[in-house]
């Protein structure tokens, strides 16, 4: 059983940095990827990034490619998402996950967090 805790979102003008935090509880968190998606209001939630236990393996969407980084520290049980550039379309709810499987798809994750609001200002 893995608990999942967002947090670090907020209010930010366009160009702006965020960095969230997924903070877990489990001590197999390391043998878990984790992933981030985002929902925005009308829309279907999309996959953001993802990142192996290990940290060995990383994907990211087409549309943060570049701008979005995620890491994580399997000391702390955190991963995060370092947000740069961002755009008024990057407004969504953004929710971690953890997964057995390195996924790009929702239902692959068996473990998710609250969320937590990011809304970019024009």
């Known amino acids: 059983q893995v608990q999942l805790v967002e947090s670090g979102g907020g209010l930010v003008q366009t160009g702006g940095s965020l960095r969230l935090s997924c903070a877990a509880s489990?001590?197999?968190?390391?043998?878990?990827?984790v992933g981030w998606f985002r929902q925005a209001p009308g829309k279907e939630r999309e996959f953001v990034t993802t990142i192996s236990g290990s940290g060995a393996r990383i994907k990211y969407a087409d549309s943060v490619l570049g701008r979005f980084t995620i890491s994580r520290d399997n000391a702390k049980n955190t991963v995060y998402l370092q947000m740069n550039s961002l755009k008024p379309e990057d407004t969504a709810v953004y929710y971690c996950?953890?997964?057995?499987?390195?996924?790009?798809?929702?239902?692959?994750?068996?473990?998710w967090g609250q969320g937590t609001q990011v809304t970019v200002s024009s």
């Open positions: 489990g001590r197999t968190f390391s043998s878990y990827a």
């Open positions: 996950a953890a997964s057995s499987k390195v996924g790009i798809v929702g239902r692959e994750y068996d473990y």
